[in-house]
């Protein structure tokens, strides 16, 4: 990778990038946690589901939609990135897009499952929340 040099600076560098990079493969990046911290805050009943899934979800290892069905089995595969998770037993649907090979989950979307049944599922997107302005 780098060549050691006499002071061993080049092999500290080696030795960063290379725990960086084990880092990366071990845990799993959620993005944004913010979005249940947001909705658990007013659907108090669903803060220790969410808790839970994430728990579960940071430390997956889940390389496929196949392996994150033998785990999960009633989550719903959407298309190559999306997948649907009941929560509570299906009180709440949270949506997500999740990245295999970066090991990267993104939070879409969550809500009742009531809310669920008016959107599109499979055209949804993500909008970044204003801090001044209500999610609709």
């Excluded at 990038?17 to 009943?45: G, M, P």
């Excluded at 579960?56 to 999960?72: E, M, P, R, T, Y």
Aim: with cysteine.
């Amino acid at each position: 990778m780098f060549p050691i040099s006499r002071d061993g600076r080049n092999f500290l560098v080696t030795i960063m990038v290379t725990f960086f990079y084990i880092i990366c493969l071990i845990s799993v990046r959620i993005i944004a946690r913010k979005t249940l911290i947001d909705f658990w805050k007013s659907n108090a009943s669903s803060e220790q589901p969410l808790k839970a899934w994430y728990d579960v979800a940071k430390k997956a290892n889940w390389n496929s939609h196949n392996f994150l069905k033998s785990q999960i089995p009633d989550a719903s595969v959407i298309n190559t990135k999306r997948v649907v998770f009941n929560i509570k037993g299906n009180s709440f649907r949270l949506i997500v897009d999740i990245e295999y090979s970066i090991r990267l989950i993104f939070i879409v979307w969550v809500g009742s499952h009531a809310e669920y049944d008016k959107i599109n599922v499979k055209n949804l997107s993500y909008v970044k929340s204003n801090k001044n302005k209500k999610r609709s």
